[in-house]
């Protein structure tokens, strides 16, 4: 058989995958073809298409950390023919281990600067295992065998086959990473429509799952500032919790769908503002659980040291500054970890997010979002106001 004259997907199928289930992968931890981005939406006047779609010959898991790419070539090219290309897509996906190959062997480039040289040579029979990989991945995070446990805690599946989009992957393996290694104020910035309150659920659940703060029933509060924000994540996001969860006021026990049906909410509260400290999963609105005075401070209610885990979503409307009520909140509650969900940090000279939480452990930005194709364009459109234009 003349490889010179073999398809790129011929070689992906007879040589490459080959090559890795000699080395010891299964078809669980490979993934062909695998499209990360939709395409950037192009509008023309009435018309509308899209971009290219971005699209990665291999990915390689261990477990669910994506953790190898390979770029596929046919044989005429070079082994290393194609490593650009993969190389923008492994930054992308946050992928530590660049291959390309063109069937006759395979290129190596260790963005983890773990290995002698940046690109090395392989033979067709020499591709590393899924344990030789993973303990150059260990070496790299400084992972110790606790910490690797809760990383590797998987997603909530539902068996939809629904699976958070690569820079959702992204955040959440960078706040569960950052959380097993005992940091406790997190950033974590994702434009609006991305998906927050998605990606928010699957770090709990992963972290709720998981042997972090192990021998112990761990306790979240989901703090918002809107009403049908509480309202909407109990029965669409978070709806996995069940039972486990109550949202932290006495009204609005009930929530309208879009189907005009309406569906009870467990609440936590009874009408003497006493609080049922049995559920594990709290949602409320931080205007429910303070106030100026004394009695309003529903939060003290619980004990300082309650909550192991603190999310924050949209933390840039009052989080961000020293004096606020949810900066008492956080504050009286300091000892649980705290993650910040926003599109927008805030940075003045009276408010900063990442004065309290620190840098981003990952930011997926507007700019972003567009690109990629998973947020639509926008065009500004100046208007004059009589107001302004007359006085």
Same mark, same amino acid.
């Given at each position: 058989? +003349?490889?010179?004259?073999?398809? =790129?997907?011929?070689?992906?199928?007879?040589?490459?995958?080959?090559?890795?289930? +000699?080395? &010891?992968?299964?078809?669980?931890?490979?993934?062909? !073809?695998?499209?990360?981005?939709?395409?950037?939406?192009?509008?023309?006047?009435?018309? %509308?298409?899209? &971009?290219?779609?971005?699209?990665?010959?291999?990915?390689?898991?261990?477990?669910?950390?994506?953790?190898?790419? @390979?770029?596929?070539?046919?044989?005429?090219?070079?082994?290393?023919?194609?490593?650009? !290309?993969?190389?923008?897509?492994?930054? #992308?996906?946050?992928?530590?281990?660049?291959? #390309?190959?063109?069937?006759?062997?395979? %290129?190596?480039?260790?963005? #983890?600067?773990?290995?002698?040289?940046?690109?090395? +040579?392989?033979?067709?029979?020499?591709?590393?295992?899924? /344990? =030789?990989?993973?303990?150059?991945?260990?070496?790299?995070?400084?992972?110790?065998?606790?910490?690797?446990?809760?990383?590797?805690?998987?997603?909530?599946?539902?068996?939809?086959?629904? =699976?958070?989009?690569?820079?959702?992957?992204?955040?959440?393996?960078?706040?569960?990473?950052?959380?097993?290694?005992?940091?406790?104020?997190?950033?974590?910035?994702?434009?609006?429509?991305?998906?927050?309150?998605?990606?928010?659920? !699957?770090?709990?659940?992963?972290?709720?799952?998981?042997?972090?703060?192990?021998?112990?029933?761990?306790?979240?509060?989901?703090?918002?500032?809107?009403?049908?924000? $509480?309202?909407? #994540?109990?029965?669409?996001?978070?709806?996995?919790?069940?039972?486990?969860? /109550?949202?932290?006021?006495?009204?609005?026990?009930?929530?309208?769908? /879009?189907?005009?049906?309406?569906?009870?909410?467990?609440?936590?509260?009874?009408?003497?503002?006493?609080?049922?400290?049995?559920?594990?999963?709290?949602?409320?609105? *931080? !205007?429910?659980?303070?106030?100026?005075? =004394?009695?309003?401070?529903?939060?003290?209610?619980?004990?300082?040291?309650?909550?192991?885990?603190?999310?924050?979503?949209?933390?840039?409307?009052?989080? /961000?500054?020293?004096?606020?009520?949810?900066?008492?909140?956080?504050? *009286?509650?300091?000892?649980?970890?705290?993650?910040?969900?926003?599109?927008?940090?805030?940075?003045?000279?009276?408010?900063?997010? @990442?004065?309290?939480?620190?840098?981003?452990?990952?930011?997926?930005?507007?700019?972003?979002?567009?690109?990629?194709?998973?947020?639509?364009?926008?065009?500004? $459109?100046?208007?004059?106001?009589?107001?302004?234009?007359?006085?």
């Amino acid at each position: 058989m +003349n490889k010179n004259h073999l398809s =790129e997907d011929d070689i992906s199928v007879k040589f490459i995958t080959q090559a890795l289930i +000699n080395a &010891g992968w299964d078809e669980t931890q490979i993934r062909r !073809q695998v499209s990360f981005t939709k395409g950037r939406i192009i509008v023309r006047g009435k018309l %509308v298409s899209r &971009g290219r779609a971005k699209k990665a010959d291999f990915v390689l898991y261990f477990y669910h950390i994506p953790i190898a790419l @390979i770029e596929a070539k046919k044989s005429k090219f070079a082994d290393g023919h194609g490593m650009q !290309q993969a190389l923008d897509y492994a930054i #992308t996906l946050q992928i530590p281990f660049v291959f #390309t190959s063109n069937g006759k062997g395979f %290129v190596l480039h260790d963005r #983890t600067g773990q290995s002698a040289t940046m690109e090395t +040579n392989l033979a067709l029979d020499a591709f590393p295992s899924p /344990a =030789e990989l993973w303990l150059k991945y260990q070496q790299w995070k400084g992972l110790t065998p606790a910490q690797e446990k809760i990383i590797l805690q998987p997603y909530y599946d539902d068996g939809s086959d629904k =699976e958070p989009r690569y820079y959702q992957r992204n955040g959440i393996n960078a706040s569960v990473e950052a959380i097993a290694k005992g940091i406790n104020r997190i950033l974590l910035v994702m434009a609006t429509g991305t998906g927050k309150t998605y990606t928010t659920f !699957q770090i709990i659940w992963r972290l709720w799952k998981s042997d972090w703060k192990a021998g112990k029933q761990k306790r979240v509060l989901y703090l918002a500032d809107r009403n049908v924000l $509480i309202g909407q #994540t109990m029965v669409n996001d978070f709806r996995p919790f069940g039972a486990t969860m /109550a949202k932290l006021s006495t009204s609005a026990k009930t929530i309208e769908r /879009a189907d005009g049906s309406t569906t009870e909410l467990t609440t936590a509260v009874d009408g003497k503002r006493r609080i049922d400290t049995a559920y594990e999963i709290y949602l409320g609105l *931080y !205007q429910a659980l303070t106030g100026p005075e =004394e009695r309003q401070k529903l939060f003290r209610e619980f004990s300082p040291d309650f909550f192991d885990l603190i999310v924050i979503d949209e933390g840039h409307r009052g989080s /961000a500054a020293e004096d606020s009520a949810w900066r008492e909140i956080l504050t *009286y509650f300091s000892s649980a970890t705290q993650i910040g969900m926003t599109a927008t940090p805030k940075e003045t000279e009276y408010a900063s997010n @990442i004065h309290y939480f620190g840098e981003p452990v990952y930011t997926y930005s507007l700019k972003q979002g567009i690109s990629d194709g998973f947020l639509a364009p926008y065009k500004v $459109i100046k208007a004059h106001l009589n107001v302004d234009v007359e006085g």
